[in-house]
């Protein structure tokens, strides 16, 4: 299981990236990241939703070019379970340490906020290792996750 409460030093983001919490990036700026990450893309309409309904989320800018680069955003009952979705950072030199503040960042502010919640990441596998370095382990006691992305249908009934 995740060291949920364990957490080690504070990795410290690399010059010329600042995070940002209180305004989040436009859906195409999203979009464009996962699709670096050789991730799946939603609707731009519907991330706005998605934004709104989760509880926060967390950026990383490029201050030179003032792209995205770093994402990650939560969602929970606010009762037992905590998600964390879309986490990702540009592929680069840089990917594994703004992979890492991220995480760093998320399970800070889950650990203060929600701390008896049991906690779910959906990832791309180039974040394994980052999560690996805040404790996380794969499939805890045999566990198996699973997912369906549900597609609208033809069926009229």
């Not at 994402?71 to 990917?95: E, I, K, M």
């Not at 596998?125 to 198996?144: T, Y």
Request: aromatic share 4%.
């Amino acid at each position: 299981m995740l060291h949920f409460l364990q957490q080690g030093s504070v990795p410290q983001l690399p010059e010329g990236y600042r995070l940002e919490t209180s305004d989040p990036p436009s859906p195409e700026a999203i979009n464009r990241l996962l699709a670096s990450c050789l991730e799946s893309t939603h609707p731009e309409e519907l991330w706005p939703r998605a934004l709104e309904r989760s509880l926060w989320q967390i950026s990383i800018i490029e201050l030179a070019s003032g792209e995205l680069v770093g994402f990650v955003r939560a969602t929970s009952d606010l009762a037992l379970n905590a998600n964390l979705w879309n986490l990702a950072a540009r592929p680069g030199p840089d990917q594994a340490q703004l992979l890492t503040v991220l995480m760093h960042r998320a399970l800070h502010i889950l650990r203060r906020d929600l701390p008896g919640c049991s906690l779910s990441v959906s990832a791309p596998q180039m974040s394994v290792e980052a999560l690996k370095k805040q404790g996380f382990v794969i499939d805890p006691s045999g566990i198996r996750a699973m997912g369906l992305r549900l597609k609208p249908t033809l069926d009229s009934n």
